[in-house]
């Protein structure tokens, strides 16, 4: 059920949420996250977070276009934010990062036999990236090292992959 929105900006807007009297939900068009995996390393991104003020480390993510196809959209975040384009793609799933107040889904992606070219970032990007070997990640995350909730989802679900 979609209401009339409250406010509207370029890439969300914010209605009234159903059943809720006072409450808003944030509607968000999608986006996706990918988890490069480069030899025994992963391609991770230091990326300046404004929202929060703060720098992560994280994977490379962004948000659909209208319409677009999942898929293809991780193709393009993955070659602008990183500058690497994967031979090979599987999807890793889908998770909301925030249900209680906002329909964002992020669609998964695990991206391999990536080639490393110049990354291709926007105007606003404060990213550099970082590689760093697939074990170092996998205990990072499991101590609770990654405070991005996707980045920590993904190194682990590869993880219990990999056994």
């Known amino acids: 059920m979609t209401l009339e929105p409250l406010f509207t900006s370029a890439i969300f807007h914010l209605e009234p949420m159903p059943g809720r009297p006072g409450r808003h939900v944030v509607r968000h068009p999608g986006g996706v996250a990918i988890l490069p995996v480069h030899g025994d390393d992963f391609l991770l991104i230091r990326n300046h977070r404004r929202a929060i003020d703060h720098t992560l480390l994280e994977v490379p993510a962004g948000t659909l276009e209208p319409g677009e196809d999942p898929r293809r959209a991780a193709v393009r975040e993955l070659m602008e934010e990183t500058g ?35 990354p291709d970032l926007e105007e606003h990007e404060e990213i550099e990236r970082v590689f760093v070997p697939q ?18 989802t993904m190194i682990l679900r590869f993880a219990s992959r990999k056994g």
């Open 84 to 118: 690497a384009v994967a031979r090979s793609w599987s999807s890793f799933g889908h998770l909301w990062p925030a249900p209680g107040f906002c329909d964002e889904r992020l669609h998964l992606f695990v991206a391999e036999d990536l080639t490393l070219g110049a």
């Open 135 to 152: 074990s170092e990640a996998i205990q990072a995350a499991a101590a609770g090292a990654y405070p991005d909730a996707k980045t920590a």
